[in-house]
């Protein structure tokens, strides 16, 4: 399973090891600089290196030129770059030219999306080049290729999106507790699941629950319609100040100017093993919960109640 396949099981995301991948906060990031750069832009041409991370390399070179970029969203941790029919004399409507279509970006690991002069020397991993109308290339790097990208059109890109769910900036509260609090899985897990919520990823579940004061550990359907409510609002607030501060750089992340993102110093539990609560002053302790490393305060997120087996389960009974 690629890192990009991640929700497509409908389970939690499965990585590689503790390697950060951009999320929610960072893929917006990069999707409104795209827009401020390119939108309006028409595709000229599309020149590609290696293509293992792409589903159909040979739509992209078919499909893509005459194209103008319309509008760059997110949805969760995909970035959607919004395609016109194409503009060329020679589209053929059975092929889909003449409808609308969309070119799908997961950034994986490691990749970076970012526009710059034709001229400017490539940097190494450099794998995609799509011409745009004024002189500039929109490059994608990616040196792990761990990331995907995807011609899709109408229904396809229905298919593509329907199993993931519901966009955690936008969902409301009733909603974000029955998403939460029918489940018996462990938060942390639903919280990575993208099929419940699109977009979140292990730095803000962390800082999130961290905020809530609850434990990773804790089952979904033990949570108070409180809890939940005030889950989600901690949840909408660090992403809304993640977005405002560009994401968070670790490791390799960089917007579309190729700059890092800054949110990182705001970080309250997330790869903080051994440090004092920020809260309480108790130890940061980190455990594995869904696969992934979690950083919680033991103090502040209380670790939930060991259900104690009753002493006639599991006996035999003669006769």
């Known amino acids: 399973m690629r890192v990009a396949d991640e929700g497509r099981s409908g389970a939690a995301p499965l990585l590689f090891g503790d390697e950060l991948m951009p999320e929610l906060p960072e893929v917006e990031t990069v999707a409104r600089g795209l827009q401020k750069s390119i939108a309006g832009r028409r595709i000229v041409s599309v020149r590609l290196g290696k293509t293992d991370f792409i589903d159909d390399p040979a739509a992209l070179e078919q499909h893509l030129p005459g194209r103008r970029i319309e509008r760059v969203d997110r949805y969760g941790k995909f970035m959607l770059l919004q395609l016109s029919a194409s503009g060329n004399a020679d589209a053929h409507p059975e092929n889909g030219d003449t409808q609308d279509a969309c070119l799908l970006v997961h950034l994986g690991m490691t990749g970076q999306l970012a526009p710059c002069a034709a001229a400017q020397p490539c940097a190494k991993h450099t794998h995609v080049w799509i011409g745009l109308d004024d002189g500039r290339e929109l490059r994608y790097t ?8 995807a011609y899709l059109t109408g229904s396809g890109l229905a298919e593509e999106l329907k199993i993931f769910g519901a966009d955690p900036l936008l969902v409301s509260a009733e909603e974000f507790a029955s998403r939460i609090r029918s489940r018996n899985a462990q938060i942390k897990a639903l919280l ?3 099929s419940v919520l699109r977009g979140v990823g292990n730095i803000y579940a962390d800082e999130s629950l961290w905020r809530a004061k609850i434990h990773p550990m804790r089952r979904g359907a033990e949570l108070s319609k409180k809890q939940a409510q005030v889950l989600r609002r901690v949840l909408q607030d660090v992403l809304r100040k993640a977005i405002l501060a560009r994401g968070s750089s670790i490791s390799d992340f960089l917007d579309a100017e190729g700059q890092p993102g800054e949110y990182q ?9 051994g440090k004092r609560c920020y809260r309480c002053g108790a130890t940061i302790q980190r455990a594995i919960v869904a696969g ?7 103090k502040c997120q209380p670790a939930p109640r060991v259900r104690k087996q009753s002493k006639g389960r599991g006996r035999v009974r003669n006769g």
């Open 142 to 149: 990616d040196p792990r290729r761990f990331g995907r990208m």
């Open 292 to 298: 992934r490393s979690s950083y919680f305060c033991p």
């Open 265 to 273: 110093r705001h970080h309250r539990a997330y790869g903080r093993e």
């Open 192 to 194: 990575l699941d993208q």
